[in-house]
């Protein structure tokens, strides 16, 4: 797979790239370094990573900054945090994301901030190193690449979180994201997707857990519901953000 490493400049909205893709290309977007400080003056606000800054904390803590309109306002999209253009729309890449082009086109990186350059006292410095490696995947893996929030859990677990981000990606792994900020909680690699009996399923081994389970899946291009088949059954419904 052709990776391209970019830097995407924290005082600027959008940053070019070389990348075209193609109708149907996968993308994978992933940080590999840099920082982004933003409010150079007069107060110096923070720096922060790809993830940004969690929307909830930035509406309380930087009132006159949160004025002005980022380009992505979900709970999950943090304030100068890393996105991309694809399509002509702005997604939330963070740390790193799984993007589909439907139409094909330029790629762009960009910053999550409406105040990138201007007014100065809003300003940021910095930036963020990034590779981009663009493929075709496989099939069976393609339905369930990119990010998917969690709407529901049957049973459900003590002490299980409600919001949870799940992420599927290009070089075959997979991570689970604490709500807001994005801290990774679990992840490793996708063993293997495939049919038995007439079921879809996928096998995820777990760095956290050292262990691997696996989960019969439906997936549709807006909904992923997991059920684990283990003698302690749960199912996760998911939709795509």
């Known amino acids: 797979m052709p990776t391209h490493r970019f830097f995407v400049l924290g005082n600027q909205a959008l940053s070019e790239t070389t990348v075209r893709l193609e109708r149907g290309a996968f993308v994978m977007v992933r940080h590999v370094g840099g920082m982004v400080r933003f409010n150079m003056t007069p107060d110096w606000g923070p720096e922060v990573g790809p993830n940004g800054y969690a929307r909830s904390d930035y509406q309380v803590h930087w009132r006159d900054d949160a004025r002005y309109e980022d380009p992505l306002t979900g709970w999950h999209d943090g304030h100068a945090g890393l996105l991309a253009i694809i399509d002509g729309r702005p997604c939330f890449v963070g740390a790193k994301a799984t993007l589909c082009s439907q139409q094909g086109g330029a790629l762009l990186l960009g910053i999550n901030d409406a105040t990138p350059a201007a007014p100065l006292r809003l300003a940021n410095s910095g930036g963020f190193e990034v590779d981009v490696t663009v493929a075709r995947p496989d099939p069976r893996l393609a339905p369930l690449l990119g990010t998917w929030v969690k709407v529901g859990e049957t049973p459900r677990r003590p002490g299980a979180p409600e919001l949870l981000l799940m992420a599927f990606d290009l070089d075959g792994t997979w991570r689970t994201l604490a709500p807001y900020d994005r801290e990774r909680l679990d992840g490793g690699v996708i063993r293997e997707v495939g049919s038995h009996g007439g079921k879809d399923f996928v096998k995820l081994w777990s760095e956290a857990h050292k262990a691997e389970d696996t989960w019969e899946l439906e ?23």
Do not use: C, G, N, S
């Open 219 to 241: 997936v549709t291009p807006k909904r992923l519901r997991l059920r684990r088949m283990t003698a302690e059954p749960v199912e996760q419904v998911f939709d795509r953000i």
